[in-house]
């Protein structure tokens, strides 16, 4: 992260020390300084579209154009540590996602068209870059409404750089179904200069990780068939649904 800060125009975490796996959590953590700012909200499904968050969608806009426009030098492209599954192509998880559906087939209280998602999926795969990655980029790999920080109605700092990658960027798209209104979408489409082929494979990326998210809300122990490993259970989250709006 020190590496990259200069050129983001919001604030990112400042590391200050690093722990160690241990009684019982399994991962290495971070102490990082504080950042004032409020948290920013899903987009609740009754919500009227709002110039607050056309406003937060071309901010965010800008910090991923900068992060992407970051060059990529040859020790971050060799290193195994930045190369994880978002950062891959679609086609690689059409297997886990088809699996993902049916497992929610099983859930009780789902009111959502899981062959209109399948469809979504498909869709996706048959555009340009869904089974090929191109020219490495940086990404943040988790943009999503827990990880913004506004202050003043304006996003004023991007958190949890710990899914930071090296790969398609595409990933960083999914969250635009958690935060923003269609109007909103747009006004950050625009500013990103994103393509056809590429919208529809960051929804595609929305789905997945809407539906895998929507399965450990249910499940006190699943295994992850993008990590390759246990995990516990988590919260349902709001841009799957978002991403099942096949207007935009």
């Known amino acids: 992260m020190p590496e990259l800060r200069p050129f983001l ?28 700012g409020l948290r920013a909200t899903a987009l609740a499904a009754d919500k009227l579209p709002s110039p607050e968050r056309s406003m937060l969608a071309a901010d965010l806009a800008d910090v991923i154009l900068a992060l992407r426009a970051i060059d990529v030098p040859d020790e971050a492209v060799s290193d195994p540590a930045l190369r994880w599954y978002r950062g891959r192509s679609l086609a690689e998880f059409d297997e886990p ?27 996706a795969l ?50 635009v179904w958690e935060l923003f209104d269609a109007p909103a979408r ?16 960051g929804r595609a990326w929305a789905l997945a990780i809407g539906l895998g998210w929507r399965i450990l809300s249910s499940t006190a122990l699943v295994f992850d068939e993008f990590r390759g490993g246990f995990i ?10 978002g991403a099942m709006d096949l207007a935009v």
């Open 186 to 201: 747009e006004v950050f489409r625009a500013q990103l200069g994103v393509d056809e082929a590429e919208w529809l494979r």
């Open 232 to 241: 516990g259970k988590g919260s349902p989250v709001h841009f799957f649904w």
């Open 126 to 175: 048959d555009v340009p870059g869904a089974r090929e990655v191109g020219d490495d980029r940086w990404y943040h790999g988790d943009v999503v409404a827990e990880n913004l920080l506004l202050s003043g109605g304006r996003l004023a700092a991007v958190l949890d750089f710990d899914g930071l990658g090296v790969g398609d960027p595409t990933v960083d798209l999914h969250g």
């Open 9 to 36: 125009p919001v604030a990112v975490p400042e590391v200050v020390g690093f722990g160690e796996p241990g009684s019982g959590f399994g991962e290495r953590w971070s102490i990082v300084r504080w950042l004032e």
């Open 97 to 123: 996602v088809r699996r993902s559906v049916q497992q929610c087939r099983s859930l009780e209280g789902l009111d959502v068209d899981l062959d209109a998602a399948l469809g979504v999926w498909a869709d």
